[in-house]
């Protein structure tokens, strides 16, 4: 009997230019680029184990027993790189305070990819693993890295995958996680996305507008310029969001308190806090501010909000082996 183990830690990441809409759904290749920050607070541990006694994959999360179907086809493409692998146990916990609705794809399969793949002998370089990464989740590409960075779209699986722009990333800045709602979304970011690549006549401006943000943010996180930075995350997710407005049938993420934040973080910029928001596949609210002024920010969001649901984080790093 033959058995191999290893584990791995991968952060989330939030995309302050975002990746919505793929032109292949089987290799997960982008429509366009996208741009993230990779955050210390939130991240998932993960533990594979090949062995050629196992008769089947199976997967634990948070130590609840899930179908291994959410794993095996991952595996099965690290199967294809080293046919010697059989079956795995995966052993996963998600590291997300209070169960925040923001455990994300993003370091699930980031952190699979490097624990899959080292346990199977492979010694992948950042950029395969990257590739690897992507093949579970979009998101999960960019998660390989640490601080800001960039997923070149690509044309095929070769050329799509993450880059650094910024790993150690030594000014000011953070996010606020405001934690609105944990349940499951309503529409999936795979249905999601799809429908309005299918369905919004904005879909081609979409495309269009993100390439140009993305050029300008790449430039603001390396002239370290948050408010720059801010307005352009700010603008792209609203525009992320008025396409699923713009979809048919039509859908939002919105909930009554997101909007709530939205318009707090407004009124604080108003009086010259320099704050943004941003919003995923969910009505959780991100806000992108300086430590320098992040107390005022809580204190402004407490008027609304509960402490625990205001988490604060900072840069993280990236994907990483620890022990088993
Ligand atoms: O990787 P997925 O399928 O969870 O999609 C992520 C989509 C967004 O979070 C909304 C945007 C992004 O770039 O992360």
Same mark, same amino acid.
């Given at each position: 009997?033959?058995?191999?183990?290893?584990?791995?830690?991968?952060?989330?990441?939030?995309?302050?230019?975002?990746?919505?809409?793929?032109?292949?759904?089987?290799?997960?290749?982008?429509?366009?680029?996208?741009?993230?920050?990779?955050?210390?607070?939130?991240?998932?541990?993960?533990?594979?184990?090949?062995?050629?006694?196992?008769?089947?994959?199976? !997967? /634990?999360?948070?130590?609840? *027993?899930?179908?291994? =179907?959410?794993v095996?086809p991952f595996l099965?493409l +690290?199967? &294809?790189? @080293?046919?010697?692998?059989?079956?795995?146990?995966?052993?996963?916990?998600?590291?997300?305070?209070?169960?925040?609705?923001?455990?994300?794809?993003?370091?699930?399969?980031?952190?699979l990819?490097?624990?899959?793949?080292?346990?199977?002998?492979?010694?992948?370089?950042?950029?395969?693993?990257?590739?690897?990464?992507?093949r579970g989740?979009?998101?999960?590409?960019?998660?390989?890295?640490?601080?800001?960075?960039?997923?070149?779209?690509?044309?095929?699986?070769?050329?799509?995958?993450?880059?650094?722009?910024?790993?150690?990333?030594?000014?000011?800045?953070?996010?606020?996680?405001?934690?609105?709602?944990?349940?499951?979304?309503?529409?999936?970011?795979?249905?999601?996305?799809?429908?309005?690549?299918?369905?919004?006549? !904005? /879909?081609?401006?979409?495309? *269009?507008?993100?390439? =140009?943000?993305?050029?300008?943010?790449?430039?603001? +996180?390396? &002239?370290? @310029?948050?408010?720059?930075?801010?307005?352009?995350?700010?603008?792209?997710?609203?525009?992320?969001?008025?396409?699923?407005?713009?979809?048919?049938?039509?859908?939002?993420?919105?909930?009554?308190?997101?909007?709530?934040?939205?318009?707090?973080?407004?009124?604080?910029?108003?009086?010259?806090?320099?704050?943004?928001?941003?919003?995923?596949?969910?009505?959780?609210?991100?806000?992108?501010?300086?430590?320098?002024?992040?107390?005022?920010?809580?204190?402004?969001?407490?008027?609304?909000?509960?402490?625990?649901?205001?988490?604060?984080?900072?840069?993280?790093?990236?994907?990483?082996?620890?022990?088993?």
């Amino acid at each position: 009997m033959t058995s191999q183990k290893a584990s791995a830690r991968a952060h989330t990441n939030i995309a302050l230019i975002k990746y919505w809409g793929k032109k292949d759904q089987q290799l997960i290749l982008p429509m366009n680029g996208s741009l993230s920050l990779t955050l210390d607070h939130f991240y998932t541990d993960t533990m594979v184990e090949f062995n050629s006694a196992f008769t089947e994959d199976t !997967f /634990y999360l948070n130590q609840k *027993k899930f179908d291994a =179907t959410k794993v095996s086809p991952f595996l099965d493409l +690290v199967r &294809q790189l @080293n046919p010697q692998a059989g079956y795995a146990h995966v052993i996963s916990k998600n590291h997300v305070p209070n169960a925040a609705g923001l455990a994300s794809s993003a370091s699930a399969f980031a952190a699979l990819a490097l624990a899959a793949s080292t346990a199977a002998g492979l010694k992948l370089s950042r950029r395969d693993l990257s590739r690897l990464a992507r093949r579970g989740s979009g998101s999960a590409t960019r998660s390989i890295y640490g601080g800001f960075v960039e997923w070149l779209p690509g044309t095929s699986d070769q050329d799509s995958y993450a880059v650094p722009i910024d790993e150690k990333v030594d000014w000011d800045i953070e996010m606020l996680a405001i934690i609105i709602d944990r349940k499951q979304k309503k529409v999936s970011s795979r249905e999601g996305m799809q429908r309005v690549v299918a369905t919004s006549p !904005f /879909y081609p401006a979409w495309v *269009k507008s993100t390439n =140009t943000d993305l050029i300008a943010a790449v430039k603001a +996180v390396k &002239q370290h @310029n948050l408010k720059l930075l801010g307005q352009l995350a700010e603008s792209n997710a609203l525009r992320m969001h008025a396409l699923n407005l713009s979809a048919r049938p039509p859908f939002s993420y919105f909930e009554p308190q997101s909007l709530v934040a939205m318009n707090i973080i407004e009124k604080l910029r108003s009086q010259g806090v320099c704050c943004y928001y941003t919003l995923d596949a969910g009505p959780n609210v991100k806000v992108i501010c300086s430590t320098a002024e992040s107390r005022q920010i809580i204190s402004a969001l407490s008027a609304a909000f509960a402490p625990e649901q205001i988490i604060e984080a900072f840069p993280g790093p990236g994907a990483k082996l620890i022990e088993c």
